[in-house]
């Protein structure tokens, strides 16, 4: 891997230069526009998360905020959005990486199934 961006992310077991690679080809789909009501933070937060792990591309899908960061775990709106964000991407990470679950609207952390 020629980019130090991800230099981390690379030497970690569980992703690897070929992780990484595919990672950079996959598609995170953590875009709003979907239609299912997430906050604009936590959109933010998937977005951001997806763009530093290396995503080739981004897409609308849905997030489960309820199921992602179900309120009588997490009580604060902002924080549900924060953590809502970060797991879909983490979610969308381990689709690519084929380590379990699916995308953020498709299962795995999005059902509400633990990581």
């Not at 875009?31 to 936590?42: F, I, K, R």
């Not at 763009?51 to 199921?67: I, K, W």
């Not at 969308?92 to 299962?107: H, I, P, T, V, Y």
């Amino acid at each position: 891997m020629d980019d130090p961006r991800y230099l981390r992310q690379v030497l970690l077991a569980e992703i690897g230069p070929e992780g990484q690679a595919r990672l950079g080809a996959a598609t995170a789909r953590v875009l709003g526009g979907s239609g299912d009501g997430a906050p604009p933070l936590a959109r933010e937060v998937a977005e951001r998360y997806a763009r530093g792990a290396g995503f080739g591309a981004l897409a609308e899908g849905a997030l489960d905020v309820d199921a992602l960061a179900p309120a009588d775990l997490v009580a604060s709106p902002a924080a549900r959005a924060v953590l809502a964000g970060a797991r879909a991407a983490l979610a969308e990470m381990r689709a690519a990486l084929g380590r379990g679950g699916a995308g953020a609207g498709q299962g795995g952390a999005a059902e509400g199934k633990p990581s």
